[in-house]
């Protein structure tokens, strides 16, 4: 055997070793799967990032498209370990799916009438559950209406499956099937109606209170209140809402040591820092 067959050999040999321990070493690492509610998505994303830098015995990734319902069913069907939602379990998701969820509530938030910001500085700062309901039924079309410019109203709603569109059917509309028929537009998630109101000067929609901290675009009071931590701590702000991960069953090691860090102090400093409110 020539000296360059020989070092060929060896190189093959040790090659082979090397990629069999990588193997090895990646199938010992515990991936946690997270999907759902977009409101909910910042904080776990973050959390997960941090969490991830933290250990190298689990890696959890996270994807917020489609919202809390199919966070619920993607956790009832397997397809994802954890999922997010912006508000509690149904009725007929128990009946549909099972009653074998584990709910964990880790934070607060609440949904934000939002507006432009020229309608804002126009003089519209306060909104009633009627006047809202009427704008989303295609009732009041024009801002004069609502003592604002003589501008007609661009109303942003959300798609069908959002916890945020969901929560808001039921606690302003008082129906979750509703149709709101006044809607100009459909939004997938919170960035998308952020953007939707902002690039727009006559527009209103609803949106998690951590994306109504900047932008061209200002939060009005809901019912009298404005949405602000006091308010929404001492439940005083009438659309305040819980946010959870859930998993199927009980969680194994890997879900359970994510959803401890969640819940531990620096996952709710983390709640804190991006406009959310912590459990305690």
């Known amino acids: 055997m020539t000296g360059l067959t020989s070092l060929v050999l060896i190189c093959s040999i040790l090659g082979f ?54 966070g619920i069913k993607n956790v009832a069907s397997g397809f994802s370990d954890i999922g997010m939602s912006s508000r509690e379990l149904r009725a007929d998701e128990i009946e549909l799916y099972g009653d074998n969820f584990s709910e964990y509530l880790i934070g607060y938030d609440a949904i934000c009438i939002a507006v432009s910001k020229s309608i804002y500085d126009a003089g519209v700062t306060n909104i009633s559950r009627s006047q809202l309901r ?103 702000y009438p659309l305040s809402r819980p946010l959870y991960v859930m998993t199927w069953n009980e969680p194994d090691s890997g879900e359970e040591a994510f959803i401890e860090f969640l819940l531990g102090d620096e996952g709710q400093s983390i709640v804190e820092e991006i406009g959310f409110l912590p459990v305690g």
Do not use: H
């Open 134 to 236: 009427e704008i989303y039924n295609g009732n009041v079309t024009n801002w004069r209406e609502l003592g604002g410019p003589e501008r007609d109203i661009y109303a942003v709603a959300r798609m069908v499956g959002s916890g945020t569109g969901d929560l808001f059917n039921e606690m302003v509309m008082g129906d979750l099937e509703t149709e709101t028929l006044g809607a100009d537009t459909y939004t997938q998630n919170n960035a998308e109606m952020k953007t939707a109101i902002t690039k727009n000067d006559k527009a209103i929609g609803y949106l998690g209170f951590n994306y109504v901290q900047d932008g061209n675009l200002s939060a009005v009071a809901y019912e009298g209140v404005f949405p602000t931590t006091e308010s929404i701590k001492s439940d005083a």
């Open 17 to 70: 070793f090397a990629l069999a321990g990588g193997s090895s070493a990646s199938d010992d690492l515990d991936t946690v799967t997270v999907t759902g509610s977009t409101t909910v998505m910042p904080l776990v994303e973050i959390c997960a990032e941090e969490f991830n830098m933290l250990q190298d015995e689990v890696m959890v990734t996270v994807s917020g498209v489609g919202g809390s319902g199919v």
